[in-house]
C-alpha cells in the first residue's frame, strides 16, 4: 500500500519512520522549505515516549535535553528539549519533499487515489492508496477531504518570551487563581516563559501593547524563578502573544484519506500533551497499516478502533485537566494587560498614517482608571 504523509511535523515525520521500519517506505510532502527549522523548545511528557522509542529516536532526544523531575528508577517525567532536536531526529534517513504544498486530492470511484501539490519543479500528482492528513490545525487535507471538523478559538491566549539566558530549574509552574498557568521551561538553548491570560479583544498589538518592561516586571512577580531568564529578553521581537484554535473530529476518516495530529485533535498548549497525542496518533496508524497492507479501509477502521478510546479522555477533560484552582479574587497581578492600562478602539481604516501612529494608534496603554469591562 502506497502512503502519502502530508506535513513533516511530528505526528507525519513519526508516521514515516515507523512504517519505514516495518518495511513500508512512504513519502513525506512538506511545505516549507529544506532548510526552515522550528525554534525553541518542547517539554515532551513521558505520554509521548513510546511513539519515538518505537522508531528508535528517544535516547538520542533525551539525551540532547534537561530531564524534568526524574522518577527513582531515573526516567524523567518530561523532556525539555528543542523541537529541532526532535525533527531532525524523526526525520534522520526519511524521504521529505520539502517545498511541496499540497493544493488538491485525486478521487477515482469514490475514494481519494493521490494528492495534487504544487512543487519546485511545478504541479505534481501523485497516486497513493491511502493519504495522511499530518497537516496542523489548518490542514488543508481535512478540508479536501471534506473531513468535518470543529474549530473553536479558545478563551485563553499566551503572551511568551523566549531567552538565551538558561533557567535554573528545568520546569517551574505558578497556578493562578482559576486555574490558568505561568510556565518557565529550561532547555539546552536558554529558556522559555509562557503565561495564559484572557484572550484579550484587539488581538497581539493589544497583548503586547504595555510593553517589555511592563510584561518582564509582571510575569516576575508571578514566578520570581523568571527573573534570570527575562534579563536576557532585551527586544520586543523576544515576547508574543499567541491565541490557540482547539480542534475536533468526529469522523477519522474517508476512503482514502485519515488523519492524525493536530489536523484530528488540537487541544489548548497548557495541556502539554500535544506531542504524545499526535506522536501517539502516528504509531498506531503505522501498526493498522502495517497489519493490512492491501486494504487502506481496514487499517483506518483499525487505526480508529483503537487509537480513538486512547486519546478520548484527554479530549473529554480538555485542558481543564491540569489546572490546580486556587480560588478567591483574581490578584491585580494575575491580570494582563495590567490594572491602568486602557485599551482603546481600533483606529478608522482610512486614517494617514502619520495621524494614526501619533494619535490613535490600534492601542495606546496610558496610566488611568481601568477601562469600563476590561480585566
Ligand atoms: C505555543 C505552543 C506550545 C506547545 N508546547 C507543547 C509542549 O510543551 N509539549 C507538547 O507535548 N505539545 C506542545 N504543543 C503542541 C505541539 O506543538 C503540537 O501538538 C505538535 O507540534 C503538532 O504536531 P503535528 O505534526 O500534528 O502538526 P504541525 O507541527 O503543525 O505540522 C504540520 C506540518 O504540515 C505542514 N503543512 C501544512 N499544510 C501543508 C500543505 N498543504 N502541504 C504540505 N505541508 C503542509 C506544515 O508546514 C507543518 O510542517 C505546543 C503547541 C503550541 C502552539
Known sequence: MRVIVVGAGMAGLLLARALARRGRPTVVLEQASAGSRVPGPIMLPFQAYDAPEDVGVLARVTAAGRAIAPRPDGTPVAVAVGRAVLLDALRDGIEVRHGHRVTGLVREGGRVTGVEAGGPEGPVRIDAALVVGADGTDSPVRGLAGIPASLTLSDTAFISFRSPVAAEAPFAIEFLSDGRQVTLLGWPGGSAGSWQVDRIAGGHEAALAPGLDAFKAAFTRLLPAAAGPLSGVTQPEQVRSREVVEVRCDRWWVPGVTLIGEALHAMNPEAGIGSGLGMGDA??????????????????????????????????????????????????????????????????????????????????????????GGP
Open 283 to 372: 504509531l498506531a496508524l503505522a501498526i493498522a497499516v502495517d497489519g493490512n497492507p492491501a486494504d487502506p479501509d481496514a487499517a483506518c477502521r483499525e487505526y480508529e478502533h483503537w487509537r480513538r478510546p486512547a486519546v478520548a479522555p484527554y479530549l473529554a477533560v480538555g485542558s481543564q485537566g491540569t489546572r490546580v484552582v486556587r480560588g478567591g479574587p483574581v490578584r491585580d497581578e494575575e491580570r494582563w494587560p495590567p490594572p491602568g492600562w486602557v485599551t482603546r478602539p481600533a483606529a478608522p481604516a482610512r486614517a494617514a498614517p502619520a495621524a494614526r501612529s501619533a494619535a490613535a494608534g490600534p492601542v495606546r496603554p496610558h496610566r488611568g482608571p481601568a477601562a469600563p
